[in-house]
């Protein structure tokens, strides 16, 4: 490792996370606050770790994001896409297991648009005969 930070961009559904990672002992920031405080949920606090623990390497980078856009969980899963690039700057060896994973290629579901004359992207109004 010659560099001492790493940067990935993590993209999922409207949220955007820049990541960097820096040799250090596990800590989350994310926009200024903690992983615990920002995130809230704990599904979504393992969706974050899933890098570090397919990879080995639990514990061993402090992670600062900055991510807007989109809600919590979309949020949470840019993070996660960002770290899983942000890793592949530190060792080619990470390729592999986050390729299996699938957490290098971005997760390019959105959401359909709501179409005119409709209620929403496929629903429609209730239809009456008279």
């Given amino acids: ?48 770790q899933q890098p570090f623990e397919v990879t080995g390497t639990t514990g061993q980078f402090d992670v600062r994001v900055n991510v807007n856009g989109g809600g919590v969980s979309g949020q949470a899963g840019a993070i996660k896409h960002g770290i899983s690039r ?15 994973a699938g957490y290098i290629t971005r997760d390019a579901r959105e959401v359909e648009r709501k179409k005119y004359g409709q209620r929403g992207a496929r629903a429609r109004f209730q239809f009456s005969k008279r």
């Fill in 86 to 100: 942000a890793l592949l700057q530190v060792s080619d060896e990470h390729r592999k297991p986050l390729k299996k």
């Fill in 1 to 48: 490792m010659a560099e001492s930070t790493f940067y990935g961009t993590g993209k999922r559904k409207t949220s955007i996370a820049r990541v960097w990672l820096m040799a250090g002992d596990g800590k989350i920031q994310i926009n200024k606050k903690g992983a615990d405080e920002y995130l809230g949920r704990e599904t979504l606090k393992m969706i974050i």
